[in-house]
């Protein structure tokens, strides 16, 4: 694979992938710049990872071994997974205030 190839690679990978809102400071998109600034050379281990992070993308992986339900869906509290997708999605946003309200919450436990 030529140079131009693997550079028109990295610029599509950077433009697709989703970025980090918890994390914006260590995202992979830092990575795939340094990959254009390095001037790629077409070496294996770089079509390697070029393809790698095409089947993270595009959740070949997931597709070829699913989770089953039953791990999604633990009996002891089956909707973990959904609260625990709804506190990451609102983590970025919080104040300063709700994150204090949260913590205080995870601390006294009312039955």
């Given at each position: 694979?030529?140079?131009?190839?693997?550079?028109?690679?990295?610029?599509?990978?950077?433009?697709?992938?989703?970025?980090?809102?918890?994390?914006?400071?260590?995202?992979?998109?830092?990575?795939?710049?340094?990959?254009?600034?390095?001037?790629?050379?077409?070496?294996?281990?770089?079509?390697?990872?070029?393809?790698?992070?095409?089947?993270?993308?595009?959740?070949?992986?997931?597709?070829?071994?699913?989770?089953?339900?039953?791990?999604?869906?633990?009996?002891?509290?089956?909707?973990?997974?959904?609260?625990?997708?709804?506190?990451?999605?609102?983590?970025?946003d919080r104040?300063?205030?709700?994150?204090?309200?949260?913590?205080?919450?995870?601390?006294?436990?009312?039955?």
């Amino acid at each position: 694979m030529s140079r131009l190839q693997i550079t028109q690679h990295y610029a599509r990978l950077l433009t697709r992938w989703p970025v980090d809102r918890i994390r914006p400071e260590n995202t992979f998109h830092k990575l795939l710049r340094s990959r254009l600034a390095a001037a790629p050379s077409g070496s294996k281990d770089e079509i390697k990872e070029i393809n790698a992070a095409y089947l993270l993308l595009d959740d070949a992986i997931a597709k070829r071994y699913p989770i089953p339900g039953n791990i999604m869906k633990p009996q002891s509290r089956p909707d973990h997974y959904i609260a625990l997708e709804k506190a990451l999605e609102e983590a970025p946003d919080r104040t300063w205030f709700d994150n204090f309200k949260t913590r205080i919450k995870g601390m006294v436990r009312m039955r």
